[in-house]
């Protein structure tokens, strides 16, 4: 019965071509732009990190000044970044089953060859385990080991642009590339990374790109390599002319790093909460840690909501999209009225002959919907376009990539179901309303 149905729609379709256009148009402009939307507000407030974030947690550590909290982002007034002593102090835990310390940096790359010119490469600079903690995609070699960072080993692992870019399609893993003027062995290579946000630093932009080269980050420390991220302090390391300035933020309460741990149950969780509260308490002994008592430990979506990562307003964009695409049914509804009541005659003889009021009113409903779902095909080229023309503006560095996924090809077909299903409900009624002896005398 329904083959019938879409048989009928099609040539009720085509009778009425202009008006059809008009319908399908409005439609695929208002499913379009709240694709387009919806969508975007989708991929920035996705979870980045699915397979883990229920196992994997932000350390943050409240070390500020007793006189004055922390400047926060969002509701946050906690730091959001640790420092050195207590980045190292805390890894040195056994609780967890990974722990990743990190940094942002930018160091100078020379190529091989007297007319290649050095340039500089953005740069993270972690431990081991932050490859399998963050789902790093390897094309081709693999992260180094726990104990390559203790014992400092000059080791980098290139994106898949870099790697080409210093080796072209040659296999890079085995090596040396020269970084901040010191030898480093290549042992493998990233194919291309594009998490729906910089899930693993979110203290500076969350939608910059991942980094183009990854070096241990003791090695990095040994060197004195700087961070490029953000620093925040109250009280700076004593005077010592012994130390570098460099060893004087290790020493200091600069907080610069993040920290992630790995608790894959409950038990974990509730005792590393105990570990740090209790390294706080002995610090506090120290003269640190002024302020009152906090540790927290949080997933990367509590953190997405508590810093605010996704704008507000792109709820907003998305809520003036879906009241664009009522507006655009509205239309509609009065374009179906046009086309279905000039056809009641038709209905009439069929209600005459034994049609049901229900049988009428299923088949201008298919019709409907085979407008709808024409519209929705019309609305993905229309997002698609959207999209396209985001990305001729979008900064160079940025992480985000602007596509419909498949769950959303889903979302655009229950959509213009609805949406042409919404926009005939009221002329559908309305033309089998009528009882037939109306539409036979007329």
């Not at 000059?154 to 590339?177: I, N, Q």
């Not at 693993?200 to 420390?221: G, K, N, Q, W």
């Not at 088949?363 to 095909?377: D, H, K, P, R």
């Not at 997002?383 to 900064?395: E, K, M, S």
Request: glycine letters at 6%.
């Amino acid at each position: 019965m329904m083959a019938y149905y879409v048989r009928l729609a099609i040539k009720s379709i085509g009778r009425s071509k202009l008006t059809s256009v008009i319908v399908v148009s409005a439609l695929g402009v208002g499913i379009g732009i709240a694709m387009a939307f919806v969508t975007i507000l989708h991929l920035l407030a996705k979870d980045p990190l699915p397979n883990r974030s229920d196992v994997v947690f932000f350390v943050q550590l409240d070390n500020w000044a007793k006189d004055r909290e922390y400047p926060g982002r969002g509701d946050d007034k906690v730091p959001t970044q640790v420092t050195y002593q207590d980045a190292i102090a805390v890894a040195r835990s056994d609780i967890p089953t990974a722990v990743s310390v990190h940094y942002k940096t930018q160091v100078v790359v020379r190529p091989e060859g007297d007319d290649a010119r050095p340039f500089l490469a953005d740069t993270r600079a972690n431990r081991a385990d932050f490859f399998d903690m963050f789902e790093a995609p390897f094309v081709r070699g693999h992260g180094w080991r726990r104990v390559d960072d203790e014992q400092k080993k000059h080791l980098v692992v290139l994106s898949r642009r870099l790697s080409e870019r210093l080796f072209g399609s040659m296999d890079s893993v085995g090596k040396t590339v020269t970084l901040a003027e010191q030898p480093f062995k290549v042992i493998g290579v990233l194919d291309t990374w594009r998490p729906s946000i910089r899930h693993y630093d979110m203290s500076t932009s969350a939608f910059e790109r991942t980094a183009e080269l990854f070096i241990p980050f003791d090695t990095a420390v040994k060197l004195e390599i700087p961070t490029t991220g953000n620093m925040d302090g109250w009280r700076p390391a004593p005077e010592d002319e012994n130390l570098t300035p460099y060893e004087r933020t290790l020493r200091s309460e600069t907080v610069w790093l993040q920290m992630f741990v790995e608790l894959p149950t409950p038990k974990h969780r509730a005792d590393f909460q105990n570990y740090l509260e209790n390294y706080i308490r002995a610090r506090k002994q120290e003269g640190r840690f002024e302020r009152p008592l906090l540790a927290r430990l949080s997933t990367i979506p509590e953190i997405m909501e508590r810093w605010k990562i996704v704008p507000g307003v792109t709820r907003v964009l998305r809520l003036v999209s879906l009241m664009f695409l009522v507006l655009c049914i509205l239309s509609v509804v009065g374009l179906l009225l046009s086309s279905f009541l000039p056809r009641a005659h038709e209905v009439g003889l069929r209600r005459a002959l034994g049609a049901s009021r229900t049988a009428i009113f299923t088949q201008y409903l298919v019709e409907s919907a085979l407008l709808g779902i024409t519209g929705g095909v019309l609305g993905i080229f229309v997002t698609f376009g959207i999209f396209a023309w985001i990305r001729l503006y979008q900064p160079p560095d940025t992480i985000i990539d602007f596509t419909l996924t498949l769950p959303m090809f889903g979302v655009a077909f229950v959509m213009a179901v609805f949406s042409g299903i919404a926009a005939g409900l009221y002329p559908a009624w309305r033309v089998c309303s009528t009882p037939p002896a109306v539409h036979l005398k007329a």
